[in-house]
């Protein structure tokens, strides 16, 4: 651990588990029954590979018996022999009630207070689409046509779509390729008459030797290293120079890139890639912040100038209009797939991340989807049920090619579903954006003595869905907590389990009464 602060030392409540720090410790989650450690100043990825799995995080731990843990700045924490240890300032604070909803809401009020305002409702009303892994560093606009079409013929709804990696001239020059896209305000005007959003990918990099670059380079605007030098980092597609984003200066020269494309082209938003606490380091210097918290905190700001917005990584921000997606997953079955959405998707909720999505249906890590592999059928219909009913959903491989007609129509089958739910999804994040509520929640933040169950959530207060995550499974034990709920073949049960036969297509949902 740091010593940057006094260190601090909380013994364990009997029962009591904490959640928060890392979405990539969501599997972890909750945290007390067994060692853990976490230093939220320099990793927001997995504990082992920091250049993996990297999310949201916050300086945050709430706790199922009301406590929580809260500091301005990062710090470390670890929890071992009934303790939980803490530096960088972290602050010990109890609610009245001592409910893990008590300490969310206690912390939302006073550290993350909720905006009053949601992302664009068209994020949430159909499917997102995005066309990395159809299109991977080579979309055109023929190409992006011809997606958007075949989704429509298979039955899919229209919904926001994004054009991910490799539409620009390069990285920094936040214009369109003009080989790739001869004339993107047509396709644009194209897609909006389909019923699509539009919303283009980018990245806080500038290519070296590039005009962007050196305009940069004269005006301030570059990262600096601790040697003064303008920085050229490595991260995955290469050797870029990082825009200073907490530079004011730096933020307008790329917010009028962007505004042009919406003002010029008809671009609707924009998906705010990278910005990890990882593309940054301690000795770095920034014009403002001393930290890779500050930069990542600063370039997520930025997205705040428009209501279609994604990030993948966020440091704080909780409570405030920014749509938030889990990170790139391989298309398997295990803890680093499809068993991982659940978990890390409370997560986000837990730390002020209400307006949530799953990544792409079958996953979106692109070294996974290798030209000839076959897709998992029955994953992806899997994953698109656990996905369906997050807060957003997001495809990007085209169903319609990877799967045969029963498989399809599982998929659509569940898109269904949540198109028919959609009402009471918009009237959730309406809610999170007036208390900060998260949107899917933990059984134990409506039920205390749930804090195990892990492979279901609540979708608000009332619904409770338990995707079926096994391959080959024929039933689903589905864990009830206090009440009486109303099955989905119509049958009332009170609190205990309920072995449910299952099928291709089920996802089964319950309803309170």
């Not at 949201?56 to 929580?68: D, T």
């Not at 305000?185 to 050196?214: C, N, T, Y």
């Not at 169950?453 to 079926?468: K, S, T």
Request: charged letters at 20%.
């Amino acid at each position: 651990m740091s010593n940057n602060a006094a260190m601090i030392s909380v013994e364990l409540l009997p029962g009591e588990h904490w959640w928060g720090g890392a979405v990539a410790d969501g599997l972890a989650m909750p945290f007390g029954l067994l060692p853990h450690r976490r230093d939220l100043a320099v990793n927001a990825g997995f504990a082992d590979d920091p250049s993996a799995g990297a999310n949201q995080s916050a300086p945050l731990l709430v706790s199922s018996r009301g406590r929580l843990l809260w500091s301005e700045g990062p710090f470390a924490f670890a929890f071992a022999d009934g303790q939980l240890t803490a530096d960088g300032g972290a602050k010990l604070f109890e609610a009245a009630g001592g409910t893990l909803r008590d300490a969310f809401l206690l912390a939302s009020r006073n550290f993350f207070p909720p905006s009053g305002r949601m992302p664009a409702h068209e994020l949430f009303d159909g499917p997102q689409y995005n066309s990395w892994i159809e299109m991977p560093y080579s979309p055109t606009q023929e190409g992006v046509l011809a997606y958007v079409d075949g989704l429509l013929d298979a039955g899919f709804p229209p919904g926001v779509l994004m054009i991910d990696d490799r539409w620009s001239a390069d990285y920094g020059d936040w214009r369109f390729d003009a080989s790739r896209f001869p004339d993107p305000a047509a396709m644009v005007e194209q897609l909006h008459a389909k019923g699509f959003l539009v919303m283009l990918w980018l990245v806080p990099f500038i290519s070296p030797d590039s005009d962007q670059f050196r305009e940069l380079r004269s005006r301030g605007l570059l990262l600096a290293g601790a040697d003064g030098e303008v920085i050229v980092r490595e991260w995955w597609n290469g050797f870029s120079a990082l825009l200073d984003v907490t530079n004011s200066e730096a933020g307008k020269w790329l917010l009028s890139q962007l505004d042009a494309l919406c003002d010029e082209v008809g671009v609707d938003g924009f998906k705010f890639d990278a910005g990890d606490l990882r593309d940054y380091r301690d000795g770095d210097r920034p014009a403002h912040g001393n930290g890779p918290v500050d930069l990542c905190e600063a370039y997520a700001r930025l997205g705040l100038n428009y209501a279609f917005n994604e990030y993948r990584a966020c440091w704080k921000m909780g409570g405030q209009p920014i749509a938030q997606r889990l990170h790139d997953k391989p298309p398997t079955w295990g803890t680093d797939g499809l068993l991982s959405l659940i978990p890390e998707g409370l997560a986000q909720g837990l730390i002020g991340h209400a307006f949530t999505c799953a990544d792409m249906v079958g996953g979106g890590e692109l070294t996974a989807f290798a030209p000839g592999t076959a897709v998992d059928q029955e994953q992806f219909v899997r994953y698109a049920q656990c996905a369906a009913l997050f807060p957003m959903m997001q495809f990007s491989i085209s169903p319609s090619r990877v799967l045969d007609a029963e498989h399809l129509a599982a998929v659509s089958s569940a898109v269904a579903l949540r198109q028919e739910l959609l009402p009471e999804i918009r009237a959730l994040a309406e809610h999170a954006a007036e208390t900060g509520e998260p949107i899917i929640r933990p059984l134990a933040y409506h039920f205390p003595g749930f804090e195990h169950v892990n492979d279901q959530f609540l979708l608000g207060e009332r619904i409770l869905v338990a995707p079926v995550l096994a391959r080959g499974a024929v039933r689903r034990t589905v864990v009830l907590p206090g009440g009486t709920w109303v099955g989905p073949d119509g049958t009332e049960h009170g609190e205990g389990l309920v072995e449910l036969e299952v099928g291709l297509s089920s996802l089964p949902v319950f309803r309170r009464t």
